[in-house]
């Protein structure tokens, strides 16, 4: 099953995050199917960089966003987006 998350990436209390999909069973730095965007939290304010179309595309063919993700997409993106991404949870 695939999954969308995130993985940190910066340097030591300056933490920067990239919007990746994938394998379930992979670690956390494993291998990424795609790189679908970047949420950088230190900058004010946020910095929310995603590709809707892919994430959308991705939901449409059955891949899971983390709990982090989907509030991310329900508050920084269209309210459409997090409600797929609420729906997507619930199947």
Do not use: C
Not at 2 to 24: D, N
Not at 27 to 56: S, W
Request: aromatic share 4%.
């Amino acid at each position: 099953m695939l999954t969308i998350r995130m993985t940190r990436m910066g340097s030591k209390k300056k933490p920067f995050f990239r919007v990746v999909l994938a394998e379930a069973r992979s670690g956390l730095l494993g291998d990424v199917v795609e790189n679908l965007g970047t949420y950088n939290p230190r900058a004010t304010p946020a910095q929310v960089n995603i590709n809707k179309e892919r994430v959308e595309h991705w939901i449409k063919q059955g891949a899971r966003p983390s709990n982090s993700v989907r509030t991310l997409l329900s508050k920084h993106l269209t309210t459409d987006l997090g409600a797929k991404a609420d729906a997507a949870v619930t199947e």
